[in-house]
């Protein structure tokens, strides 16, 4: 299914899945922007204000302005020494899998994309974290970064402009809360994976207490066709006031699970119902996770919003990562929710009580719920500690995140988890 | 300063500080536990949450963490609040999942703070159904206990363990629900201050496992405040007591000295004061005998006439002065060796003209350029070391005030300093266990450490004496850039060389860099014994030798630690009366006709000087039930009735001691005209014990020379600082009680902190530069200088009768450098004391030519160093 418009992310990729290497790229008009940066002498601040008026929100899934981001950054003679860029590519959001294709299929973009960023805050070095299960995007980016240092892309004195970018790819060893902006730099550290405090931010005291921006995968991407194509062709990709494409996914069991690169505020149902075709024969559509597992489910009445970041606030949910996990009727809702909330109980990294704690509570209770042992009380118990995950109560997102799927089911599927207290079962079963 | 309105009461708090802080200091009664105000704020636990208003409008109001917002101008906030205190009830109910229901048998109980915030908040009902984790518990050590079961993942061990203290063999290991807290095996806590994890830990984790041999609830022990006996730092202790024996210390905060922290061997080493060996009663020609056989003894061979005293640097200013004014003036030696005699002396005319006062230990963490010569701080003078620890953070700390990080705002302020240290420069002749935080060590032999530290003090101020043919420049004019680039530069030296020049060297470079001067002696009351005699060892034994006494009064020293064991030998020998006060036997007892057994800290009051010169009391802790005294109980005249009278005899003869009075509150002091009670509130069937035999309570004993009653009963409001048995106040069972003690946390005891000092600045610096410049050290052919190398567990004498001490104490060696030895080889030792037969050590850095030899190990007790000698491949 192609729409109309434009899909500056995914448009140069092979269709036999096969990687856009570098001469490939370049002929599609690749390191066209970082070439126009540097030779038409435009100035970090230009390019930094350029991706602010584009409106580009961070993809990783809290939507924070990237733009206000890097202005954040020290500049100057007497800041502190390096200034880091890192791209969040440790993607394991369940549910969530746009950032592999980026990465799989044309690394180059994310490569360029992380000088033109690396340029715009200053940068002297970058990192790209990678989720560690990521072998073939391992593979194709260090095949990439190395053909883009022979060519002198990166390194010192990129063309020739004085401006000098050392890029890395580091594997991560694994967890979900590496992909938290802080927990991520005390992994590359060599530290414990904990979140940090905030303040100090990043772009303050960041990798090894100098300057830093992080930012995710899919917005490093976009930034080389902001510069090529500017900030108000951008802006107008989008349908609502969130510009730009997203990548939007679907999974679960629709007719065809997929990802397509879309306009921001394409409608859920257009993605659900066109582009992954509704759902399978002999099932009904229940509910949706609109992107990942850390957001608040959304049903039937929910479909016709549009998926940007304003619109699903508003539904008390979330675009997050904008790739749906889609719920039907012959699925257990407490079983899935069980199942998410192992999830994060796993990964929670032991630091603040309400997560810690909590989330074992909680996985607990679900788990014996769906067992058949659940009692009269345990949905109170689960309401309760879903308040405890609230944002600010806890020390990092991670828990506010459980939370939204448990507090949304609850409030969507309370009669099915009702039926597993009263029959001692699960009725799927 | 700022106005913070709690519940819509205004209320003045530091604006420097957290909201935390400031309602604790404010006697807010707000839970928590990651939080430590020696620690900062991490917000682990989440348990301070209080609500937050944006203005008097705002009715809904966030939760904050307190320990997590700054206590800002106008700030709102609510500790009442419903939806809060539910929240804090939760978070402790989380807490609680996994916490077993072990208090009755658990070590902590009574004094957790665990228990303590638990009460608190509210949390009185269990809703969790699923069973508990489990872990696996370590066996740490001789020292502390692990019981993983218990934890609440608040982090504080580690980031005490790790971030305070240096140490590494404890981590965080695993994630989610299951974090555990521990070394990747099971095996000794390598740190030196790992017992401080008792009083971090804020329930049953980490506990005294030497309490745990003879353990005894908080409420059932009967406590005084005491003066740590193994350095001569002075640390503030509380010891407790149960049945005459010495149960364990913990930690007496004082804000200048020891703060929240105490070393291992101060903790562990008080249970020298239970030994089975210990002299219970006097012992006359080898049989025991009765006090007033003794007391006769004594007064006849005195009356004899032709007596000398040799006193002691691990006795107290009352028991050298009574020993003193029992034989006369000029009859009393300060039982000092001659080498150490000297030095000290040195040391003290230099403080006395020093225009700037002895830095505390809180002022040397303020420090931000450390010099440290010829000493190995973490065996010496343990508790510095930590201090010198926190001094490394002090410049970094500037880049952290420039990016506006509040300095409580611990993660935070340790993720913008990251590896960043201050300047800390050590010379010594070897290794030491804070070579980790130096910017540089340069290791040389004692002249050439005294020669570099000349070089500094030249290089600061050229009018300082130049130091000929000295040719490592850059390294003293680093050195000397840093210390002129600091704004609070310190100088440390000591006696641990045994060389004058690089305790002159010292005094150089102190007054060459306008800097902070602080000397470590070895022993409680070195600094003390030397103010109150001046005649060093030798002398007495010239004295006898000469034929002039025939009867010679020893005060709790074994000579033979001090002297070469030919000399103390002929000395006693041709002595024909010896009269021994001591706790312990030990070669000079043997050879005494008269043991008197003289009280420990634990059975007696007195006073020490630390090295920082500073005076502090410390206090009776039981009534032993036997014939055990304080030495100057056993020594005094009749017409000194109470200890009152000793400080003022004292006074009288030694002006310089007069503050020594003032250093605690005199026997006569009441609060509302009661005592200050040793034993905690009535809690238990304690009172009942001794029911089936005589209902009537049994009185108490008298405590004549102090305001503390052998008791419970006495007042129940808070002493003076130098007289707090125990930390407690309504809700706080456990040591964090002492909150409540302090005017604002982490500050000041409320109506000052323990002890005095005893040397005012000078108003000028009278010190002119020392300019008797040692030449190099040349090594000897066949012949090493044998330097002192100084253990914590084991160079000093009494702890080491402390099983746990004993068990980690190194077995004696020698360290050299030098290829005609192999690691762990076994050679002969032979100096003018003898011959030792030890294994080596191979210390690549110890300059070729020098040899460390263990201190004050038995075994190789009596070896006078520094001194000549050869190592030979044993035969």
């Known amino acids: 299914m192609t729409g109309n418009f434009d899909k500056p992310l995914t448009e140069r990729m092979h269709s036999d899945g096969s990687v856009v290497d570098l001469q490939a790229y370049e002929q599609a ?256 559509f229940r509910g949706l996770l609109p992107g990942g597992a850390s957001t608040d489910f959304l049903v039937e009445e929910h479909l016709d919003l549009p998926m940007d970041f304003s619109s699903l606030d508003k539904a008390g949910s979330r675009m997050g990562t904008g790739t749906m996990i889609v719920l039907d009727d012959q699925t257990c809702p407490v079983g899935m929710t069980w199942n998410l909330t192992h999830f994060f109980a796993q990964e929670s990294c032991g630091f603040c009580t309400p997560c810690w704690s909590g989330l074992g509570w909680a996985e607990r209770i679900l788990k014996s719920m769906e067992e058949g042992h659940g009692q009269p009380g345990d949905l109170d118990k689960l309401a309760f500690q879903t308040k405890m995950w609230a944002p600010g109560h806890t020390y990092c997102a991670l828990a506010p995140g459980a939370a939204e799927p448990v507090q949304s089911a609850l409030k969507y599927f309370h009669d099915d988890f009702e039926r597993h207290i009263s029959e001692h079962r699960c009725p799927w079963r | 300063m700022a106005t913070v309105f709690v519940d819509d009461r205004p209320y003045e708090m530091n604006a420097e500080q957290n909201l935390l802080h400031g309602c604790l200091s404010q006697g807010f009664k707000l839970p928590y536990f990651c939080w430590h105000p020696a620690l900062g704020s991490v917000g682990a636990c989440r348990q301070c949450a209080v609500k937050q208003y944006k203005d008097e409008h705002d009715a809904h109001g966030r939760i904050v963490m307190a320990c997590m917002t700054p206590a800002s101008e106008g700030a709102r906030i609510s500790i009442a609040d419903p939806e809060v205190v539910a929240f804090r009830a939760g978070i402790i109910e989380g807490l609680m999942l996994n916490h077993p229901h072990d208090c009755p048998v658990c070590d902590e109980g009574g004094e957790c703070h665990l228990q303590d915030m638990t009460v608190m908040t509210g949390h009185d009902y269990r809703r969790y159904e699923f069973d508990k984790r489990t872990f696996r518990n370590q066996n740490l050590g001789p020292l502390v206990n692990h019981e993983m079961n218990r934890c609440i993942q608040c982090y ?296 570099l530290g000349f070089a500094v003090a030249h290089a600061l101020d050229s009018t300082a004496p130049a130091v000929a043919g000295f040719d490592d420049s850059t390294l003293a004019g680093e050195i000397a850039g840093a210390l002129k680039a600091a704004k609070k530069p310190l100088v440390i030296s000591g006696t641990s060389c045994a060389n004058e020049a690089v305790i002159r060297a010292a005094a150089n470079v102190a007054k060459a860099a306008n800097a902070a001067l602080s000397f470590i002696a070895l022993e409680c009351n070195t600094v003390g014994a030397a103010l109150i005699g001046e005649s060093p060892l030798s002398a007495a034994f010239q004295a006898v030798r000469d034929g002039y006494a025939d009867t010679v009064i020893i005060l709790e020293n074994d000579l033979y630690r001090r002297a070469l064991h030919a000399e103390v030998d002929s000395m006693l020998s041709a002595a024909p009366h010896v009269i021994v006060l001591d706790h312990l036997p030990n070669r000079t007892t043997e050879k005494a ?46 017409r000194w009735r109470d200890l009152d009278d000793v400080l003022a005899a004292m006074s009288a003869e030694f002006p310089e001691l007069a503050a020594v009075r003032e250093a605690a509150p005199s026997a006569s002091f009441r ?113 090493w200088l044998l330097v002192p190398m100084y253990h914590i567990f084991g160079s000093d004498e009494l702890s080491l009768a402390a099983p746990g001490i004993a068990q980690l104490s190194p077995k004696p060696h020698v360290a050299v450098n030098s290829s005609d030895f192999a690691e762990g080889m076994e050679v002969e030792v032979t100096c003018a004391a003898g011959m030792f037969r030890l294994p080596v050590r191979i210390y690549p850095e110890i300059p070729p030519g020098v040899a460390a030899l263990s201190a004050g190990l038995p075994s190789l007790a009596g070896i006078v160093l520094p001194a000549w000698g050869k190592i030979e491949r044993a035969r």
């Open chain 1, 29 to 284: 008009g690749g390191y066209q922007a970082i070439r126009k940066v540097l030779r038409t002498g435009m100035t970090p601040m230009e390019v930094t204000e350029e991706v602010k008026n584009s409106n580009l929100r961070g993809r990783g899934g809290a939507g924070f302005q990237t733009g206000l981001k890097w202005s954040f950054v020290p500049r100057g003679k007497d800041i502190p020494n390096p200034t880091y860029l890192i791209v969040n590519a440790d993607e394991m959001e369940p549910g969530t899998f746009k950032d592999r294709l980026l990465m799989e299929r044309d690394p180059h973009q994310l490569i360029e994309g992380a000088m033109v960023a690396g340029f715009a805050i200053e940068a002297d070095i970058g990192y790209i974290f990678l989720r560690g299960e990521y072998t073939l995007a391992a593979e194709r980016l260090a095949r990439a970064i190395a053909e883009a240092y022979e060519h002198h892309y990166l390194g010192e004195n990129v063309f020739g402009s004085g401006y000098s970018l050392e890029l890395h790819l580091h594997i991560s060893g694994g967890r979900y809360i590496c992909g938290d902006e802080t927990g991520l730099l005390n992994a590359l550290e060599g530290k414990r994976a904990n979140p940090r405090s905030k303040p100090p931010f990043p772009p303050s005291v960041g990798l090894f207490g100098k300057p830093t921006v992080v930012n995710n995968v899919e917005t490093i991407c976009c930034v080389p066709h902001i510069i090529n194509r500017g900030a108000e062709w951008f802006k107008g990709l989008g349908r609502t006031r969130d510009g730009g494409t997203k990548l939007f996914g679907a999974s679960g069991k629709v007719k065809r699970p997929g990802l397509w690169e879309l306009p921001m505020g394409t409608t859920v149902r257009e993605i659900l119902e066109e582009y992954a075709g509704g759902m399978r024969d002999g099932v009904k």
């Open chain 2, 156 to 451: 504080r061990c580690v980031r005490y363990y790790r971030d305070y203290a240096g140490g590494e063999d404890l981590n965080a290991f695993a994630s989610r629900d299951r974090v555990f807290f521990g070394r990747h095996e099971d095996g000794v806590l390598e740190n030196e201050f790992s017992g401080n994890l008792v009083e971090i830990c804020p329930t049953g984790v980490f506990t005294d496992k030497t309490l745990k041999h003879h353990y005894v609830r908080k409420w059932d022990q009967q406590f005084a405040p005491s003066i740590c006996v193994h350095c001569a730092l002075g640390c503030n202790t509380d010891a407790g007591e149960r049945y005459g024996s010495l149960r364990r210390i913990v930690n007496r905060y004082n804000h200048e000295v020891n703060g929240y922290f105490l070393c291992d061997r101060g903790r562990f080493g008080y249970e020298f004061v239970n030994s089975d060996k210990r002299f219970r009663q006097p012992v006359l020609r080898g049989q025991p005998t009765s006090v007033a056989a003794a007391h006769r003894y004594l007064e006849e061979t005195i009356a004899k006439g032709r007596v000398i005293g040799i006193g002691s640097p691990r006795a107290s200013l009352e028991s050298n002065f009574a020993l003193r004014s029992l034989v006369g003036a000029d009859q009393f030696y300060s039982g000092l060796a001659d080498q150490e005699a000297k030095l000290i002396r040195q040391m003290l005319e230099i403080l006395r003209r020093s225009p700037v006062r002895t830095p505390t230990l809180r002022e040397i963490e303020e420090c931000d350029a450390v010099f440290i010569l010829g000493e190995d701080l973490t065996n010496v003078a343990p508790r510095m070391a930590l201090a010198v620890r926190q001094s490394v953070r002090q410049q970094p700390m500037e880049t952290v005030k420039k990016l506006k990080i509040p300095l409580w705002l611990d993660f935070g302020v340790r993720d913008a300093m990251q590896d960043a240290k201050g300047p800390l420069y050590i010379v010594a002749p070897y290794r030491t266990r804070l070579d980790d935080v130096a910017t540089a060590t340069f290791h040389a032999a004692p002249d050439d450490v005294a020669r």
């Open chain 2, 593 to 638: 006709e008269l043991v008197l057994p003289a009280g420990t800290f634990a059975e007696s009051d007195g006073t020490f000087v630390s090295s920082e010169g500073r005076a502090q009391r410390f206090f009776q802790i039981f009534t032993p039930q036997n014939d055990v005294s304080a030495s100057w109980c056993w020594l005094k005249p009749d």
């Open chain 2, 671 to 783: 609060i509302a005209g009661a005592k200050v009670p040793r034993s905690p509130h009535r809690e238990s069937g304690r009172t009942a014990v001794l029911v089936n035999i005589n209902v009537s309570e049994p009185k108490p004993p008298e405590d004549p020379d102090s305001p503390l009653s052998f008791s419970m009963e006495g007042t129940p409001d808070q002493p003076p600082a130098a007289l707090i048995p125990f930390f407690w106040s309504p809700s706080w069972n456990s040591i964090q009680a002492v909150n409540t003690y302090q005017k604002e946390i982490g500050g000041p005891l409320r109506g000052g902190d323990a002890g005095v000092p005893l040397f005012e600045p000078a108003a000028l610096n009278g010190q002119p530069y020392f300019s008797a410049i040692p030449p190099a050290f040349r090594p000897r052919g066949g012949e």
